[in-house]
């Protein structure tokens, strides 16, 4: 069964610094992997979707790596700014060849001004 | 802009009465999901749905069921309601199997049981 991990649980830095978000799994049979952003209280927004084929997405300050070898994946911010202070998911498909993703816990993210 | 819309955002229900839970796409999604998220225990999985009248259980279906009569539309249902079913709910959806295109997810409803 599949298992994300995602470290560290909570975060809090202050503004301008550049981040590393960290995501592993523990089947690496999987076609691609989403990262997520949860403000409180609301639904999830997707940020970056990478295929299997595809080592890395950008967007914006945000970039995502994808290491299907190692099971890991992780989502660099740069320049953090309070408006980045979220929860912030990544998901992989619960087996290799499933449509039904399987969720991180998510690293809590404070950035204060 | 593509869309999953839940239809409430807060609810507060009364324990044992029935709650329909409504979530609507229009990206003529083959999948739906509902999940519920909770405080350190994350996204769960209640119901999930690949096709019209289709419906498989997730990891924590019991005393909840649901609808899909129609493409768009997946309902989660709380035959009687009760408090330990107070969460965020969440509906998603996605393309057929083999997606590349990720998952949508809708703003989530806040329920409440009292």
């Known amino acids: 069964k599949q298992e994300v991990t995602q470290i560290p649980a909570a975060l809090s830095v202050p503004e301008g610094e550049n981040l590393v978000l960290n995501c592993s799994f523990t089947?690496?049979?999987?076609?691609?992997l989403q990262w997520f952003r949860q403000d409180p209280g609301k639904g999830l927004t997707s940020l970056l979707l990478i295929q299997s084929s595809q080592r890395e997405q950008t967007s914006g300050r945000l970039n995502a790596s994808l290491d299907k070898s190692s099971g890991r994946s992780t989502l660099y911010i740069a320049a953090s700014q309070p408006g980045d202070s979220a929860t912030y998911l990544c998901a992989v498909p619960s087996s290799g060849g499933s449509y039904i993703p399987t969720f991180g816990r998510g690293t809590s993210l404070i950035v204060h001004p | 802009d593509v869309k999953v819309t839940q239809s409430s955002r807060y609810l507060v229900k009364r324990t044992g009465e029935k709650v329909f839970l409504e979530c609507v796409q229009d990206m003529d999604h083959e999948n739906m999901f509902w999940y519920r998220q909770d405080p350190g225990l994350g996204l769960r999985l209640i119901y999930f749905s690949y096709d019209v009248k289709m419906k498989e259980k997730g990891d924590i279906p019991e005393g909840y069921s649901v609808s899909r009569e129609k493409k768009e539309r997946f309902s989660l249902i709380l035959e009687s309601a009760s408090t330990n079913q107070t969460s965020m709910y969440l509906c998603?959806?996605?393309?057929?199997?083999?997606?590349?295109?990720?998952?949508?997810f809708g703003s989530g409803t806040r329920l409440t049981v009292v």
């Open positions: 089947d690496s049979a999987i076609y691609n």
């Open positions: 998603a959806s996605s393309l057929g199997t083999g997606i590349q295109d990720g998952y949508t």
